[in-house]
């Protein structure tokens, strides 16, 4: 089992970056993959990066894609989602989530058991 954190959201205008961080706990960490999903108020969950459990293949969204990057720490547990060239259409509250049973990844939200609670991102226009 592995329990998750994330935080590094804030309130920041347009086109300004900010990086996340989902820190686990537990020793198997680095057998998990992560991804992170967000949720705007009104909307539906959705995925936005994943990354497998060695960091060697990631995947992301159209919408995000070019924009964001996720890497992982293993050392440190972390795996870190770097936003830049925020768009209001951003704004959303952030999740990171973890599996093991997709060794590649998934960009499904029901292949997750692992949640972290969120973290709050706000773009201004």
């Known amino acids: 089992q592995v329990q998750l954190v994330e935080s590094g959201g804030g309130l920041v205008q347009a086109g300004a970056s900010l990086r996340l961080s989902c820190v686990a706990s537990g020793r198997t960490f680095g057998s998990y993959s992560v991804g992170w999903f967000r949720q705007a108020p009104g909307k539906e969950r959705d995925f936005v990066a994943c990354?497998?459990?060695?960091?060697?293949?990631?995947y992301y969204a159209d919408s995000v894609k070019g924009r964001f990057t996720i890497s992982r720490d293993n050392a440190k547990s972390t795996v870190y989602l770097q936003m830049n060239s925020l768009k209001p259409e951003d704004t959303a509250v952030y999740y990171c989530?973890?599996?093991?049973?997709?060794?590649?990844?998934?960009?499904?939200?029901?292949?997750?058991?692992?949640w972290g609670q969120g973290t709050q991102v706000t773009v201004s226009s």
């Open positions: 990354i497998d459990s060695s960091g060697g293949k990631t």
């Open positions: 989530a973890a599996q093991r049973t997709f060794r590649f990844g998934t960009n499904r939200i029901d292949d997750y058991p692992y």
